[in-house]
């Protein structure tokens, strides 16, 4: 009797042992998908109470602002919008200073891809309600709602900039990732229509952003950048590394882009504009790694620190509308972090130093054509 109760109590830690393990397998397997759904607001968009709107006349409404009454070095303006920085879970749109964003902002995205501009102009990036990561995350409706919720405060902050701020100095559009596509927008409503703005437009650019390529060509009021010399264009581009056939096609299959009604639809077929930040042109011309002029991880740098330039990290490619590239060189300048890390602009920028130089070159193009037209009103 005894041994029949052993034997019965091997059978039940076995079985426990195997739910365990098929549990754990499950949850690894479903993963993302249980992620996804810690992110998910769970209530309509709809029915949704947003957080209340930044005040663009009140410091705090901005990540970056320039000093009072110091000069810049490059003579230029640079408006910047920065990347995806808040996960989600109870906001489709983040309060514009959700703590833990602004941390994340401020000791990655600033340093990475806003500081590349420091020595171009004086750099205005506006904090605003930004849509949540998971919008990224699904096609629903309710995603596309907040993310075209978030345009409107930086439609506010760019036009409060250009009242009180600029004073006609040249300016240079940056966007990021989710900065990026309400940047294009801002571009397409507020700079293109208006043709003393685009005279004062040196260049934009939209990193790791999808675009058509079809409504930046040589006849559009800002096209795609043709060379490094040319004033008043765009360069775009969304990067993969060579092979991950599965990241090319996230990026043509479920990104999306502003239609003419100001609604966000997937690409259906359309290609993505590329142009090369090697070479500061729209072309699918090769650029060996040997141009790459440095690669920087400013993760965690003061904002102003200059990063450690790592040159000649990549090659870069553009092919069918995407920007392929080699495998960094450093381990530093690889994907790492959590899942959420990972689905957001990358915490390093294989194209810091390249970036630099590219818009230097533009802002000093613009100044030789001669005195930078006044906005109309």
Request: charged residues 25%; glycine residues 8%.
């Amino acid at each position: 009797m005894a041994d029949r109760f052993k034997g019965f109590k091997r059978w039940i830690f076995a079985g426990a042992v195997l739910f365990l393990a098929l549990v754990l397998s499950a949850a690894f397997y479903w993963r993302y998908d249980i992620l996804r759904t810690t992110l998910d607001p769970k209530i309509p968009f709809q029915t949704y109470e947003p957080p209340p709107a930044p005040d663009y006349a009140r410091p705090e409404a901005w990540a970056l602002l320039p000093e009072h009454g110091v000069a810049s070095r490059g003579g230029a303006d640079v408006f910047f919008v920065h990347p995806t920085s808040y996960d989600g879970g109870r906001d489709w749109n983040a309060p514009f200073d959700q703590p833990k964003a602004a941390r994340d902002l401020a000791r990655v995205m600033l340093p990475n891809y806003a500081a590349p501009f420091a020595r171009v102009g004086r750099i205005f990036a506006p904090h605003y309600r930004q849509a949540s990561l998971y919008t990224f995350l699904t096609l629903r409706d309710d995603a596309r709602d907040a993310r075209r919720f978030a345009y409107d405060d930086l439609r506010d902050a760019f036009r409060h900039y250009l009242a009180h701020d600029n004073g006609g100095r040249p300016i240079v559009l940056v966007g990021v990732e989710q900065g990026g596509i309400l940047a294009e927008r801002l571009l397409n409503e507020e700079i293109a229509p208006n043709a003393a703005l685009r005279g004062r437009l040196a260049g934009v650019y939209l990193i790791e952003t999808v675009v058509p390529a079809d409504e930046f060509g040589p006849g559009a009021p800002v096209p795609a950048c043709a060379g490094r010399d040319q004033a008043g264009c765009l360069v775009a581009w969304a990067s993969m590394v060579d092979g991950d056939f599965q990241q090319a096609q996230e990026l043509t299959n479920r990104s999306l882009v502003w239609n003419a009604g100001g609604e966000l639809v997937t690409l259906d077929g359309r290609q993505p504009l590329c142009v090369n930040p090697l070479l500061g042109a729209r072309n699918e011309i090769r650029a060996p790694a040997k141009l790459n002029l440095g690669a920087a991880n400013a993760t965690g740098l003061e904002w102003d620190s200059r990063p450690a330039l790592l040159k000649r990290q990549v090659w870069a490619q553009c092919e069918n509308g995407l920007l392929h590239t080699g495998r960094p060189k450093s381990t530093s300048l690889r994907d790492s972090g959590s899942w959420t890390d990972r689905r957001k602009v990358d915490g390093f920028n294989l194209f810091w130093a390249d970036i630099e130089a590219d818009a230097l070159a533009r802002v000093a193009a613009l100044k030789r054509r001669g005195p930078v037209p006044q906005a109309s009103s």
